[in-house]
């Protein structure tokens, strides 16, 4: 079975700011891992995923997170944060050949004038 | 207009009342899902469906029944609500030639209290 750990729900941060929103998962088999956004009164949408190759991808707005297989992490890095990345972000995992896709409880990210 | 589209947007009801929840999605994915989030708990899968004659049980599915009436509609209901299960609820859709590397396209969101 797999599971995902979201270590911090909420983070607190000033614009131009770095941040960093913490995800470890686990598994006995090999994953894809997923983080989503979720900006308020909105469904999820994904923001950046890992499937295999470089362990560092990369979003369109700025959004990095980086796969660390020994650490079993997907940590989700931005260098200067902006007022309108107030959200909250889901790490999510999938275990290869299966339906399922396992979220975290959610880290709020708020950003600060 | 939403590619996903969930209704209705809000709901109260009262404790033992029947509720369904309608989505239906333009994007001819063949993966339908339905989702519940709580506060500090993320998204838990409820039930999800591979096709019209697919439907399978998720991790959280006592008290909740689906129906898929075609490739397009996948419905939640709650044949008697009860107050725990006032919650967010998430349609979510996915295309069968990702399999499971592939995103998921969620609604907006069935906002659901149960008095």
């Known amino acids: 079975a797999q599971s995902v750990t979201q270590l911090d729900s909420q983070v607190p941060v000033f614009e131009e700011a770095p941040v960093e929103l913490r995800c470890n998962y686990s598994s006995s088999v090999s994953v894809y891992l997923f983080w989503y956004v979720q900006y308020p009164n909105q469904g999820l949408q994904l923001l950046l995923k890992?499937?295999?190759?470089?362990?560092l991808v990369e979003s369109i707005n700025g959004f990095e997170a980086e796969f660390n297989k020994s650490q079993t992490s997907f940590h989700l890095r931005k260098p200067s944060v902006h007022i309108s990345d107030t959200a909250e972000y889901f790490c999510a995992v999938s275990a290869l050949g299966t339906y399922k896709y396992i979220f975290g409880t959610g880290t709020r990210l708020k950003v600060l004038a | 207009d939403a590619d996903v589209t969930q209704t209705p947007r809000n709901r109260i009801t009262k404790t033992g009342k029947r509720i369904m929840l309608e989505c239906s999605q333009t994007k001819g994915h063949d993966r339908m899902y339905w989702y519940r989030q709580d506060p500090g708990l993320g998204l838990r899968l409820i039930y999800y469906?591979?096709?019209?004659?697919?439907?399978n049980k998720g991790e959280i599915s006592d008290g909740y029944s689906v129906s898929r009436q075609a490739q397009a509609k996948f419905s939640l209901s709650l044949e008697s609500a009860i107050p725990n299960q006032t919650a967010l609820y998430f349609c979510?859709?996915?295309?069968?030639?990702?399999?499971?590397?592939?995103?998921?396209?969620f609604g907006e969101g069935s906002r659901l209290t149960v008095l």
């Open positions: 890992y499937l295999s190759g470089s362990t």
């Open positions: 469906s591979f096709d019209v004659k697919d439907i």
């Open positions: 979510a859709t996915s295309a069968h030639r990702d399999t499971n590397t592939g995103e998921l396209f």
